[in-house]
């Protein structure tokens, strides 16, 4: 049965895909669809050799970018008959432990789950209602990110509130970018030629969404998301981490509801809350008080995470840098880990610097810690996990 699967990964500003030959591991076609939402976005598919198609936004919506998708494939090709389409889904909840068929049961979950991933579940949705509509027969799957987190520990996931809330309400911490760390994880081992099961890793995923996940023995044993992806690093327009009274403090002196502050901080948050966009690009490109300080603030929060998980794990192996921001952004990678020489941990300027697509060691060869930049294959991952349940 093994033939071609094509991946939907909807983000919460953009839509990855690919076309997978299972059988070659070859990607006949590839796109994104980038800036959903903002007056400048953009459609790139790639199929063959050729140029690729380029489509100009704006894409107002998700819906949208998906049904540009599908013309993209219309215009250049390749035919779209695949054997069934993966997606991606951020939050599981405890109910979704591995990769499922979706049925209307399925995503009935998926949208009760909807307020602990307000950015996520709903247009991971809208890919899988646009992707059963064109594919009808076609067995579609759902990877969930929290899946992989769920290793985590009752002192890791256990927040200190009411027993209520833990109990009834079903407050814990969950964790997510669990399909990234999967499959970086297993490539980390490769490179360094050790077994999985005994390295201990920091992953730090770096894109629009941000987090770190430590890693021992191929489980999750702690990450910095949380009950939602709103928990841990300074992200695109997320904020992360803030004091947890803020909410109760805005309704008290601007008589701020509870769902227009949790939008701000999800929405309107992170780096473009510091540098006014939340594109990491544009902020290195500028040399102003707001980008240095949105710069700062940023790695700041990245390097104090590495240091708490470096005193969880008690010894660490590999420190990897994975996502858009984490594979090019070569100065993220060393403000992020700068100071942390005491503990084995170092970039060389000289490979760190050097651009390229591969998976590779930004470490010096003798460091004690190696840092790592490896690409993530979330597609490829999604793939394997869905071709993995409709059988071979």
């Known amino acids: 049965m093994a ?3 094509l991946v939907l990964n909807t983000g919460s500003s953009s839509i990855k895909y690919e076309l997978v030959d299972m059988r070659t591991r070859e990607r006949p076609a590839r796109g994104l669809v980038e800036r959903i ?18 489509r100009e936004g704006p ?25 069934a389409v993966g997606h991606r889904v951020v939050h599981g ?7 499922v068929l979706i049925d209307d049961q399925v995503i009935g979950a998926i949208e009760e789950l909807a307020p602990l991933a307000p950015l996520h579940n709903p247009v991971n949705l809208t890919g899988i209602q646009v992707a059963r509509t064109a594919f009808p027969g076609v067995p579609q799957v759902a990877v969930f990110d929290t899946a992989f987190q769920l290793t985590l520990p009752p002192e890791a996931y256990t927040y200190a509130v009411p027993r209520d809330w833990r109990e009834r309400l079903g407050v814990r911490r969950f964790g997510f970018h669990g399909t990234s760390c999967a499959y970086v994880s297993r490539r980390a081992a490769a490179l360094l030629g050790r077994d999985l099961a005994g390295l201990n890793l920091i ?16 489980r999750s044993v702690d990450t910095s998301m949380g009950m939602t992806p709103l928990e841990g690093l300074v992200m695109g327009t997320r904020s992360g981490d803030v004091d947890p009274a803020l909410g109760g403090y805005l309704a008290r002196v601007d008589g701020m509801d509870a769902r227009r502050a949790e939008s701000a901080l999800d929405r309107h948050g992170g780096l473009l809350a510091l540098a006014g966009t939340g594109d990491m690009r544009e902020v290195r490109a500028r040399d ?3 980008a240095r300080l949105a710069l700062a603030v940023y790695t700041r929060r990245i390097r104090k995470y590495v ?29 992020s880990l700068a100071g942390l020489d005491r503990l084995g941990i170092a970039v060389d300027p000289a490979l760190n610097a050097a651009a390229s ?18 690409p993530t294959d979330e597609e490829w991952e999604i793939a394997c996990q869905a071709l993995a349940l409709i059988g071979s």
Do not use: C, K, Q, W
Not at 203 to 211: D, E, F, I, Q, R
Not at 357 to 372: C, G, I, W
């Open 3 to 5: 033939g071609r699967i």
């Open 37 to 54: 939402g903002e007056e400048r976005g953009r459609l790139t598919h790639h199929a063959g050799d050729g140029p690729p198609y380029v």
């Open 59 to 83: 894409f107002p919506g998700h819906g949208e970018g998906l049904d540009a998708v599908m013309e993209a494939f219309e215009v250049a090709g390749p035919e779209l008959d695949p054997v």
């Open 93 to 99: 909840g405890t109910r979704f432990t591995e990769a």
């Open 203 to 218: 992953v730090l995923h770096l894109g629009n969404g941000a987090s770190a996940t430590a890693i021992s023995g191929g």
């Open 288 to 290: 102003d008080a707001e």
């Open 307 to 335: 240091g708490a998980y470096y005193a969880l794990l008690g010894r660490v192996d590999a420190i990897v840098f994975t996502g858009g921001v984490g594979e090019h952004d070569a100065a993220t990678r060393a403000e």
């Open 357 to 374: 697509p591969d998976e590779r060691a930004v470490s010096p060869p003798d460091a004690e810690v190696a840092v790592l930049v490896i």
